[in-house]
């Protein structure tokens, strides 16, 4: 709060000098050639100079059918999207090398545009990839139950289509990269604002064709990831090849306007929706039909249809559904790749399921909350293997839903609704939403979803120093969730010792043993788990080094207070540990070193599921469509909490997220594939006063599969916010029978929406007084 | 490049420097004069990252050319010191006013400047004053009870500054 | 995100100013508090060669009252009206339609001037100028003139000033004491640009009813319209008489639209302006509830 953080756009080298991109302004084309003028022949890459320095990278997967298509570093013969790189210049200063980029010329001939769902699918739609039969990526489909006798059994049936319209990601510090080839030791050195500095090593080494060993990556502060910083992009590797070519460092520093069109993206989801009922509310069945508009490309190593993926995996939500097909078809169109962004799929899955729990209420004429809590998997049926063959490990589904009524307190607002006059203006909705989130998944589970990386494995190395203080490295990069105070915690627990004497490094890999990243809420259960692993088997050792210089029996002692603890008396760790190094021969029979690597790799691979119920208060401005939120609350699970702020601040955060992706954040295209949200002035995100001051409850039932029993808490929040302020909005409108089936639930939208439903009321009415005339 | 020459007060100290005309007063404190508190989260004036203080007021220093600032006296982050600011970075601490950091020091420019001016403000208005900062982490409870806190703080320490006073009358 | 190079110029007075900005030709800019010209050029979509800066000219931040109403120097900022640093001949309307510009940020540095020759109708003071009949002064080498807003401003970034001309002061007359007014801004988020803005201005009569009236309309189209079709729906009632859908139809008519050829964005942009329109007229009553 002095102003002392260090992000990738502070560091100062010598010599540094800066990039800017030229990137394509149109959403398909052909390069018919790209003129540079002679001066700036050397500050200017294209990709036919850096080819011989840099191959691009193809995200593969072993889906069945998956086609893949290299991401190019920069393009070659074609562009897919606004925003893809194309050449790259240096200078000076940033202000100088846009000079030097503003003169470069790109002879595009342009090519119709695949934008959205329908276009894509045409049988006679424009190619993204020339060489591919059509626009798909790849289709899955799965049946689990009978569905069609569910659908003969069925009282009700409800078939919904709802769309998430796609969104930016935007931490609030955009991606930047600096790269340095140090001539005399052969190491190339990346700074990269990523949440996978270990992925990222990885990648660069063999892009560029050299042994992992010379190549560093150094993950400094963030300002935020959020899923947008734990792909490969084209530009890291790009910028390490130039640096390797050069006598100076290199930097390139995305700015807003490139991070609206080269940063991965996310949702952009169409679902279809059926779902069967029986009289009561019990469900019998759902099918779903998923599609998402994944991009031009796949990125590594996520693949364009992690989405689809896990949409139809997470559809089946908190509910006892034993009847379930699907199908899934990921889309190339000519948008922007798509990321991992907070929650991945699953605000899109629990808009859908959730919606559509709402509407067999309303059709049903129950409390939509009775609905859930009549279908969710009960406690006494932990661990319930779901309809997509997850492992839910712990927890009371319909308890967090009666408490989560019970913090909004649902029945003085039903009461506020009913006591505003039909002739206001306004109306006020409740509305909720639940899911089970899968956490910290295993490397089966990435296997199953096709991904050639099957991340699963975290280290992290304990040491204590010769004054008894301890560095814990760790594989994740933290970035703002305050893993460096929860990892810290693990060890002072273990240790009984105070926070500040554990230092936390991560981010650097030279420095830290190989981890995965910080991504998909795994942090606390992956690098948790390695950091207890690691702990305890250096407290086994202090231990015993204790008892060698207390001259008690091991089982005598105990570690309290930053001592070894013996019936007889005590020694501190900063005597154990001096003794211990300086002089082993002090400590015959306890074999050298005072350090501890540990891997982590969870047991159970289905991981550990995190559930919630949020509620949200909306009032719905008739005459204009605008939907404020009035009140919000949430009940969740994250198993033992480590630490209470920094969970609430990771629900309130996600919250706020949710909340812009159910009202206000939408990247627009234009029928040519044009963004026209390429800035905050155009792409709203929520301020302090869009977000109402949130109550929050924890349940906390332990996971019977993770160290101590965490499970992750990065992503929930943000998952259910569309859903439930959907439901609210739909309740608000019970009256006309309005549809919200789309996000962001702009005025325009909801309005337009309501009109519609307004005119089809009045319509109906109209037949029934003739019909009673 | 047409080069100009500002002279402006940083923190207190004060500054002559060569630079383009083009260059924005975020640039200047960035890259020649060190001061990296101050981040570029847009570049359009609407993140507030890049808030400072230029003659008493906050300013986006992002659309603030540095020639305009000649005879200024800026204060950035780096430089915000004094009982105001100690109740506002304690109250950041203790609410969870910040996670990852970036758009915290001009989230403590425009709370410090709300405290200063010793105006009740209900959380509703706190939110309105705050809201041409942006933070993507937070979710803005804890960043709204923090300035709220602080500036009832403020508030009753003058309050009883002044109680003091006129004892001593 | 950088702005192109330019020749940058900082002046200490108008005389100055305008040489500066004769000699420069067409290819000169004029920038005051530039909190809508610099995203412009970060963005490269601008690109002047030669920037004339007012912030150094301190006679253009003077203002004084005048018998008729009060002249408010170019570069007075936003904040200073939100604050009543300088005088206010309108009851209030001045710093209220400040008060509403951006983020106090923002405010304290955008200028009065700025706004109006930079001429964006999604803006306050391009709107609210026109309601109020304000004039700009304009200096150039060949002398000054007084041009009345609802004349100035031609459509987006564009008006009747000359290359060479420079806005030194905004003119403002008072607000008769039984004028109302009510102003409405209707936009997503606080500091958001608007999505419609009206301002309602007239005399009521006994009943509360108006009874002259005038209505300006923002955002709309690429200048701000007096709606005449709207007033002549309006006279003689109150906002109450009215509910917004009735104002749909002449407002259509005021902006030039087919209501039968009207896709739902259209249509929906219009449910705003009628909306706007009637939250400015129920605004300028709230005396006569009181």
Not at chain 1, 542 to 553: F, N, S, T, W, Y
Not at chain 1, 670 to 692: I, M, R
Not at chain 2, 124 to 133: K, P
Request: proline letters at 5%; aromatic letters at 6%.
């Amino acid at each position: 709060m002095a102003g002392r953080g260090y992000f990738v756009a502070d560091i100062q080298l010598p010599g540094l000098r800066e990039v800017a991109f030229v990137r394509s302004q149109v959403a398909h084309g052909r390069i018919r050639g790209i003129s540079v003028p002679q001066t700036d022949r050397e500050a200017v890459w294209t990709a036919a100079r850096l080819g011989p320095f840099a191959e691009p990278l193809t995200a593969t997967s072993t889906l069945e059918g998956f086609r893949a298509a290299a991401l190019p570093n920069l393009a070659e013969d074609k562009v897919r999207y606004v925003g893809e790189p194309v050449a790259l210049a240096i200078a000076g200063t940033r202000a100088e090398a846009e000079d030097v980029a503003a003169r470069v010329g790109v002879d595009l001939e342009p090519l119709p545009a695949v934008v959205d769902f329908a276009a894509a699918l045409a049988p006679d739609a424009p190619k993204v990839h020339d060489d591919w039969p059509d626009n798909i990526f790849a289709t899955t489909a799965g049946e689990v139950g009978e569905v069609d006798a569910a659908a003969r059994e069925a009282d009700v049936t409800v078939t919904r289509e709802y769309t998430l319209h796609r969104q930016a990601v935007v931490p609030l510090e955009t991606r930047g990269v600096i790269a340095h080839y140090n001539r005399s030791t052969g190491e190339l050195v990346v700074w990269s604002s990523t949440q996978t500095p270990h992925m990222i090593r990885d990648m660069i080494a063999l892009q560029l064709g050299m042994e992992a060993r010379s190549v560093r990556v150094i993950a400094t502060d963030m300002g935020g990831g959020f899923g947008a910083k734990c792909s490969v992009y084209p530009e890291e590797i790009t910028l390490a090849a130039i640096a390797t070519q050069v006598d100076h460092p290199v930097r390139w520093v995305e700015d807003r306007s490139e991070a609206q069109v080269a940063s991965t993206q996310a949702r952009d989801h169409r679902h279809r929706i059926t779902a069967y009922a029986a009289a009561d509310g019990t469900l019998l069945g759902v099918e779903a039909d998923i599609l998402v508009n994944s991009g031009a490309y796949s990125v590594h190593p996520w693949t364009a249809t992690m989405d689809a993926t896990m949409a139809s995996a997470m559809i089946p939500g908190p509910y006892r559904l034993h009847n379930y097909r699907f199908r899934t078809r990921s889309l190339a169109s000519n948008k922007t790749p798509s990321g991992p962004y907070r929650g991945v799929a699953r605000p899109a899955a629990a808009f859908s399921i959730e919606r559509t729990i709402d509407e067999l209420a309303h059709e049903l004429g129950m409390e939509p909350y009775e609905v859930r809590i009549k279908n969710m998997v009960r406690s006494e049926e932990m661990p319930y293997v779901s309809a997509a063959n997850k492992v839910y490990d712990s927890g009371d589904y319909p308890e967090a839903v009666r408490r989560a009524t019970a913090l909004i307190e649902h029945d003085a607002w039903r009461k506020r609704q009913r006591a505003l006059p039909a002739s206001a203006r306004r109306r006020i909705g409740i509305g909720y939403g639940s899911f089970t989130e899968q956490t910290a998944h295993g490397c089966l589970e990435w296997a199953a979803r096709g991904l050639a990386v099957t991340i699963g494995t975290e280290g992290a190395r304990l040491a204590m120093d010769a004054t008894g203080s301890f560095t814990l490295s760790v594989g994740i990069k933290t970035h703002g969730q305050g893993s460096e105070t929860t990892l810290a915690q693990v060890v002072s627990e273990v240790f009984d010792v105070d926070l500040d004497h554990v230092t936390v490094s991560h981010g650097d890999t030279a420095m830290t043993p190989r981890g995965d990243g910080t991504f998909a809420s795994r942090t606390m259960v992956m690098a948790g788990g390695a950091t207890h692993g690691a702990a305890l088997a250096l407290a086994e050792k202090v231990k015993r080094i204790g008892a060698v210089l207390l001259d008690e029996p091991v089982d005598n002692t105990v570690l309290r207070d930053h001592a070894v603890v013996g019936k007889k008396d005590s020694v501190t760790y900063a005597r154990l540990a001096k003794e211990f190094l300086f002089t082993p021969d002090h400590v015959p029979g306890v074999e050298a070193g005072l350090e501890v690597t540990h891997y982590y790799r969870p047991e159970v691979q289905t991981g550990a599921f995190t559930y919630a119920t949020q509620v949200a208060v909306v009032e719905v401005d008739l005459d204009t469509g605008a939907v404020k939120l009035l009140d919000y609350a949430a009940v969740e699970d994250c198993g033992t909490v480590v630490n209470p702020r920094i969970v609430d601040g990771q629900i309130i955060g996600g919250i706020a997220q949710g909340i812009g992706n159910a009202l206000l954040e939408e990247i627009v295209h234009d029928a040519d594939g044009q963004p026209k949200s390429t800035s905050f002035l155009d792409y709203l995100l929520p301020g302090a006063t869009e977000v109402p001051h949130i109550k929050i409850e924890h349940m906390a039932t332990p996971s019977p599969h993770t160290a101590f029993g965490v499970k992750g808490a990065g992503e929930g929040g943000a998952i259910p916010p569309p859903a439930a302020i959907a439901n609210a909005v739909r309740d608000a409108l019970r009256e006309y029978g309005t549809q919200v089936n789309e996000t962001p639930m702009t005025p325009e939208r909801v309005w337009t929406a309501l009109q519609l439903s307004a005119t089809t009321a009045e319509a109906s009415n109209q037949a029934t007084r003739e019909a009673t005339r | 490049m047409n080069e100009i020459t500002v002279r402006m007060k940083v923190n207190g100290r004060a500054h002559t420097a060569r630079t383009a005309g083009r260059t924005t007063l975020a640039d200047l404190l960035r890259d020649q004069l060190g001061l990296t508190g101050l981040h570029l989260g847009c570049e359009q004036g609407v993140c507030g990252a890049c808030t400072v203080m230029v003659d008493g007021l906050p300013m986006r220093a992002c659309l603030t050319l540095a020639g305009a600032c000649e005879g200024s006296d800026v204060v950035t982050i780096e430089g915000l010191e004094g009982p105001d600011a100690d109740r506002l970075r304690d109250a950041f601490s203790r609410h969870g006013a910040l996670q990852c950091g970036f758009c915290t020091p001009g989230m403590l420019l425009s709370g410090h400047h709300l405290v200063c001016a010793r105006q009740p403000l209900d959380r509703e208005e706190v939110s309105v004053a705050m809201s041409g900062n942006i933070c993507r982490c937070t979710g803005y409870n804890g960043i709204v009870s923090a300035v709220g806190e602080a500036l009832e703080r403020g508030i009753a320490a003058e309050e009883a500054a002044t109680a003091t006073w006129n004892d001593e009358e | 995100m950088k702005a192109p190079d330019f020749q940058y110029h900082r002046p200490t007075t108008v005389d100055e100013a305008i040489k500066l900005l004769t000699d420069a030709g067409d290819d000169g800019k004029v920038i005051a508090g530039g909190q809508s010209l610099v995203p412009l050029m970060n963005m490269r979509l601008a690109e002047p060669e030669t920037l004339i800066d007012l912030t150094g000219v301190e006679e253009l931040r003077s203002s004084r009252k005048t018998p008729t109403g009060a002249r408010y120097g170019a570069t007075t900022t936003h904040m200073m009206f939100e604050h009543e640093l300088v005088p206010d001949v309108t009851r209030g309307l001045l710093p209220h339609a400040a008060a509403g510009i951006g983020y106090p940020a923002i405010r304290n540095r955008g200028t009065v001037g700025g706004s109006l020759a930079h001429s964006d109708s999604a803006a306050e003071w391009p709107t609210v100028m026109s309601a109020l009949d304000a004039a700009v002064h304009a200096r150039s080498a060949r002398g000054t003139r007084t041009i009345p807003v609802r004349e100035l401003l031609l459509g987006f970034f564009t008006t009747v000033l000359e290359a060479d001309e420079l806005i030194t002061e905004v003119e403002v007359p008072s607000l008769t004491p039984t004028a109302r007014w009510g102003m409405h801004k209707m936009c997503r988020k606080p500091g958001e640009f608007a999505d419609s803005m009206a301002v309602a201005r007239g005399e009521g009569n006994a009943h509360g009813s108006w009874q002259e009236v005038e209505l300006w309309l923002g955002a709309a189209t690429d200048r701000p319209l007096r709606l005449s079709g709207t007033e002549a729906a309006v006279h003689g009632k109150s906002s109450a008489d009215l509910a917004p859908v009735r104002l749909v139809e002449p407002l259509a008519a005021d902006i030039g639209q087919d209501l039968s050829a009207i896709d739902s964005t259209g249509r929906h942009a219009l449910q705003l302006h009628a909306v706007t329109v009637h939250r400015a007229l129920r605004a300028a009553e709230r005396d006569d509830t009181a």
